[in-house]
T-cell receptor
Framework: AQKITQTQPGMFVQEKEAVTLDCTYD???????LFWYKQPSSGEMIFLIY??????QNATEGRYSLNFQKARKSANLVISASQLGDSAMYFC?????????????FGTGTRLTVIP | EAGVTQFPSHSVIEKGQTVTLRCDPI?????LYWYRRVMGKEIKFLLHFVKESKQDESGMPNNRFLAERTGGTYSTLKVQPAELEDSGVYFC??????????????FGEGSRLTVL
């Protein structure tokens, strides 16, 4: 079964508007971490934000916030005040912390295009 | 400080040939990971080194793939003989010691492999 699901292959947003990129996850591990990465056209994967499963508050990093709904197993990324430079692929990922494995499970990604 | 560097950025080879991909992690990062993204699919974990030791190689697809990290510095991933389904982007990532579970991974720009 897919551990990370990103149902939006592509999204468009007007510059300066906010956009939400969806991510749902599937795990039986009670302790896990959720990550969002950005991949611009240069190819490098850039870490954006991290949410631990036991964190009480939603993570925020500048214009990025993670809408963490544990009961629904969703970890949507919200980008506020979109900029042209936000156009990129965005990947949601999860690490299961109690299994002892250190690998990240990734989704298929969402391509965001910011329209001027 | 230099980031994770990967070489080559793009390699085009014929089926049956051999290719070796190289990854130089960030200096001091004990943890080194290889991931692969086949076109349109999710990024999948291949293996994880802690220094020169293979911590987890559960994601290696078959014995045509050989990863090494002699001396615990740079790593190589050799594909021999290459098959058409090996085409994709191979990402290397690293993280500091002690952050394998909760910390972010620092990714390189990836090595695109095309097998004809």
């Amino acid at each position: 079964a897919q551990k990370i699901t990103q149902t939006q292959p592509g999204m468009f947003v007007q510059e300066k508007e906010a956009v939400t990129l969806d991510c749902t996850y599937d795990t039986s591990d009670p302790s896990y971490g959720l990550f969002w990465y950005k991949q611009p056209s240069s190819g490098e994967m850039i870490f954006l934000i991290y949410q631990g499963s036991y964190d009480q508050q939603n993570a925020t990093e500048g214009r990025y916030s993670l809408n963490f709904q544990k009961a629904r197993k969703s970890a949507n990324l919200v980008i506020s005040a979109s900029q042209l430079g936000d156009s990129a692929m965005y990947f949601c990922a999860m690490r299961e912390l109690q299994t002892g494995a250190n690998n990240l499970f990734f989704g298929t990604g969402t391509r965001l295009t910011v329209i001027p | 400080e230099a980031g994770v560097t990967q070489f080559p950025s793009h390699s085009v080879i014929e089926k049956g040939q051999t290719v070796t991909l190289r990854c130089d992690p960030i200096s001091g990062h004990d943890n080194l990971y290889w991931y692969r993204r086949v076109m349109g699919k999710e990024i999948k974990f291949l293996l994880h080194f802690v220094k020169e030791s293979k911590q987890d190689e559960s994601g290696m697809p078959n014995n045509r793939f050989l990863a090494e990290r002699t001396g615990g510095t740079y790593s190589t991933l050799k594909v021999q003989p290459a098959e058409l389904e090996d085409s994709g982007v191979y990402f290397c990532a690293s993280s500091p010691p002690g952050q394998a579970n909760t910390g972010e991974l620092f990714f390189g720009e990836g090595s695109r492999l095309t097998v004809l």
